[in-house]
């Protein structure tokens, strides 16, 4: 706001002039409006609650209008504000486990609250079974007005027996309970997501955490299955005994063939000398004399129709 000269001037003598005056006049009447907006505002909060809300961390809020029942439009995390009539339940879109177990207080309910079904044999199984899920944020709205907040209960704890139960039905108690026991987890996990998608849960891992068997059964199992891993082993050592006897098979073969390659080389050599030796009859005496050589000997007597004695000690050689 702007004062001018004259409205300086007109003040009178003598007192001072405070411009707050002019503003306060002029800003009453719209103060006045929020003031009484505000005093609105806390008797709807105090009539109907807050109008503030705060969704937390990995949560979504589902809206119920008292005047039209559940909103489609979930509220994501952070703070929003909602008129008076409108009320806010707040559901956890987080991975969360459901646990069905023989121990006490470990799942949901407390005691023995594992899991008792038939094999295709007939045999009697208890079952400790782990679910991890959670809940789709879009379809809050519609778990809340179908099912409500305790929805675990009402939908996801009948839904693993039922499957839990028709799995295991279509298997012996040897695949549940050895080897296969992955594979028949596997199955579980996909027939328990096909059926709780439709109400809005996601179903992550199942977990079979425990097996347990007629002790009869146990015994029986336990034994096969020993059995089986001692004639594993025995495959394996038969295995390798004929791959070290290949291996022996192949270096005497090696051998002979050397030993062969050996005298077929000395064969050829005692050919070539003899052809040698009947065109040089000399030769022999000459290979005869250099075998001599180096050794320690007085006298060398060489044959008779040479008709020398040659004295290796350094005498002079005598004549026949």
Request: aromatic share 6%; net charge negative.
């Amino acid at each position: 706001m702007v004062f001018d000269n004259d409205e300086w001037d007109d003040r009178p003598k003598g007192s001072d002039f405070d411009p707050l005056d002019k503003i306060s006049s002029s800003a009453g009447p719209l103060l006045r409006i929020i003031g009484i907006l505000f005093a609105i505002l806390i008797i709807f909060s105090v009539a109907f609650g807050s109008v503030f809300v705060s969704v937390g961390a990995g949560e979504v809020g589902v809206k119920f209008s008292q005047f039209g029942g559940v909103q489609a439009d979930e509220l994501g995390e952070g703070l929003h504000i909602v008129p008076p009539w409108v009320s806010v339940t707040k559901y956890s879109v987080q991975s969360q486990v459901y646990t069905m177990s023989s121990r006490t207080e470990e799942g949901e309910l407390v005691g023995d609250d594992r899991i008792h079904t038939l094999t295709s044999e007939g045999l009697t199984l208890g079952l400790d079974i782990s679910i991890r899920y959670r809940l789709i944020s879009s379809d809050a709205s519609a778990v809340h007005q179908q099912l409500g907040a305790d929805y675990a209960e009402k939908i996801i704890r009948p839904t693993i027996k039922s499957v839990i139960r028709e799995v295991v039905s279509g298997h012996t108690a040897m695949e549940v309970y050895g080897p296969k026991r992955d594979l028949v987890a596997a199955e579980m996990q996909a027939d328990l997501e096909n059926r709780l998608k439709e109400d809005g849960i996601i179903v992550e891992e199942v977990l079979l955490r425990k097996v347990e068997l007629p002790e009869r059964v146990a015994a029986a199992i336990e034994q096969k299955l020993q059995a089986d891993q001692e004639a594993q082993r025995m495959i394996f050592v038969k295995e390798k005994e004929e791959l070290e006897a290949e291996r022996k098979m192949i270096e005497a073969s090696g051998l002979a063939n050397a030993t062969i390659i050996r005298a077929r080389g000395e064969a050829e050599a005692l050919s070539i000398l003899n052809k040698e030796l009947k065109q040089n009859p000399d030769l022999i005496r000459y290979k005869y004399i250099e075998m001599l050589e180096g050794q320690d000997l007085q006298t060398m007597i060489v044959p008779s129709d040479q008709g020398l004695i040659l004295d290796t000690s350094g005498s002079k050689s005598a004549t026949k």
